[in-house]
C-alpha cells in the first residue's frame, strides 16, 4: 500500500519521531513522508509511534491508497526533498 504520514509531535519526541518514520519512508518535508509500506511494516510504524507519542498531546495522520499510481500529485514551487531512486 502507499501512504502519506503526517505527525505533530511536542519538540521534545520530533527527533525520535523523524528517525523513526526515515526507518520506513521517504522524507517529503517537516513532518511529512510518503512511500510504499506493507500492512505488517504500518502496524510495526504505529507501535513505535504510539511507544514516542504522548497520545493525549500528540497526533499522528496516514493516508492510504492501495498504489502510488491512485494519487495525483502536484507541487507548486521548489520540492524540498525530491525522491532519487539509486539501484
Given at each position: 500500500m502507499y501512504i502519506i504520514l503526517v505527525y505533530d509531535m511536542g519538540e521534545?519526541?520530533?527527533?525520535?519521531?523523524?528517525?523513526?518514520?526515515?526507518?520506513?519512508?521517504?522524507?517529503?518535508?517537516?513532518s511529512v513522508f510518503e512511500g510504499e509500506i506493507t500492512e505488517v511494516k504500518l502496524k510495526?510504524?504505529?507501535?513505535?509511534?504510539?511507544?514516542?507519542?504522548?497520545?493525549?498531546?500528540?497526533?499522528?495522520?496516514?493516508?492510504?491508497?492501495?498504489q502510488k499510481k491512485w494519487l495525483d500529485k502536484e507541487i507548486i514551487g521548489k520540492e524540498p526533498n525530491a525522491l532519487d531512486s539509486f539501484l
Open positions: 521534545k519526541r520530533v527527533g525520535k519521531m523523524l528517525k523513526l518514520c526515515r526507518r520506513y519512508l521517504n522524507w517529503i518535508q517537516n510495526e510504524l504505529i507501535y513505535c509511534a504510539k511507544n514516542i507519542m504522548k497520545e493525549d498531546y500528540d497526533s499522528l495522520i496516514i493516508f492510504k491508497n492501495r
